[in-house]
């Protein structure tokens, strides 16, 4: 089991940057995937970006080109740097834990998650 916390969530204005990170604690967090994910309200949650563990990536088209997820398994920690943030990027994220090999539409599939970090675009 992992204990994940997010930070870094805040307010931007429409072309503007955030950096999201997540810490976990617990036992073998390299043998997770490590994803972000948001919800929206009104929304269902869905998948921002993934990555496994074997450091491959995956992201939503949206998110393609402006987001970058990285994972460092020595600190056990987990980014998302966001560019060109658009007011559709408005919503909570999530870090979350699921199996090894995952990507970023296996939703259902991640078990362990943080409690989320508000973003707010505003245009």
């Known amino acids: 089991q992992l204990q994940l916390v997010e930070s870094g969530g805040g307010s931007v204005q429409a072309g503007g940057s955030l950096r999201l990170s997540c810490v976990a604690s617990g036992d073998l967090y390299s043998s997770y995937s490590m994803g972000w994910f948001r919800q929206a309200p009104g929304k269902e949650r869905e998948g921002v970006a993934v990555?496994?563990?074997?450091?491959?990536?995956s992201y939503q088209h949206s998110a393609k080109g402006r987001f970058t997820i990285s994972r460092d398994n020595a600190k056990n920690a987990l980014s998302l740097q966001m560019n060109s943030l658009q007011p559709e990027d408005t919503a909570t994220y999530y870090c979350?834990?699921?199996?090894?090999?995952?990507?970023?539409?296996?939703?259902?599939?991640?078990?362990?998650w943080g409690q989320g970090t508000q973003d707010t675009v505003s245009s």
């Open positions: 979350a834990a699921g199996p090894f090999y995952s990507t970023y539409d296996d939703v259902n599939d991640f078990a362990q």
């Open positions: 990555i496994d563990g074997d450091g491959h990536t």
